[in-house]
């Protein structure tokens, strides 16, 4: 049997003693990365607990501001000015409509008004006299005395060849002298009798078309400006099924036109095309009535 020899017990301990010397330090600087690394993560931990607490500080600070604000006389005051202005804007709505109205009255009427009293001066016969004179919701109304029946119709005639009036009606009365007077009256009244009259005519220049946006409530949510519009002419608004006022929005839900609302199928085509459309015949008053979202809560979505 060979024997060992003892150099090679001593090469055989020197590499066990340099394999453990080199693992000694490979464990050494895995456990020194992971130290290092503990003390990175614990100081992320420590530097995110101070921020959190800064913040929550910063929060904690301005909650007691907005309480103590809310809760402050300057605050109060704002409620009270603001109530104030909610009514003054009531008001302003209100005024709103009275002024819209106003105007679209102005625009149907004042516009020929002078044009007609011109051309009545013009033409009128020298044997007829006018007691009175009105244009009111688009017709005229006119009234007089003449001494002969085609003094009046003249007039009438007159009117009828004017391209703003259709449908002139003659109403006349006959006045005959001799039914209230003396016989020796008589003789000194020259005139065998007269004619007391009232003509009447639609205007038919152009008509107006005034359009309001308003809610449930009657209060106004926006007011176009009134528009002229030949007779037959198209009128058309884009835009209607939804509109958003101040952040609210609002949903149509009824149109009416001169106070006559229309069909809930016609609404509904309305709604479909977001327009809506309509053929000018006469003075239209157009109310588009609008109901408010529901507003949804942060819980809710």
Sequence with gaps: MASIGKKEFAKKDMNFFSEFAASSQAVARIMGYMIIG?????????TLAIVQFIRWGVIKTEVKYYDQL????DYANLQVEAEELAKKAETNNRYAYIISA?????????GVKFQIIDEINNHIPSSTVLTGYSIDKG????????HTYYAMTQVAHMLNGY????????AEKRWDPSEDMDENDMALNFINAKYEFEITANL????????????????ILSLDDSQ???????YEKDHVAQIEISGQKYDLTSISINGIAISDEDLQSVISADKFAMHVTADAEIILQYTPQATTTEEEA
């Design 204 to 219: 038919d220049a152009q008509y107006c078309v005034s359009i309001m946006s308003v809610a449930a409530d009657g209060s």
């Design 38 to 46: 503990g003390i990175v993560v614990a100081a992320l931990l420590v």
């Design 228 to 234: 002229m519009y030949d007779s037959g002419a198209p």
């Design 163 to 170: 391209n703003f009036f259709t449908n002139v009606n003659v």
């Design 70 to 73: 809310f809760q402050s006389a």
């Design 139 to 146: 017709t005229l109304k006119i009234t007089g005395e003449a």
């Design 102 to 110: 106003i105007r679209a009255e102005a625009d149907k009427e004042t």
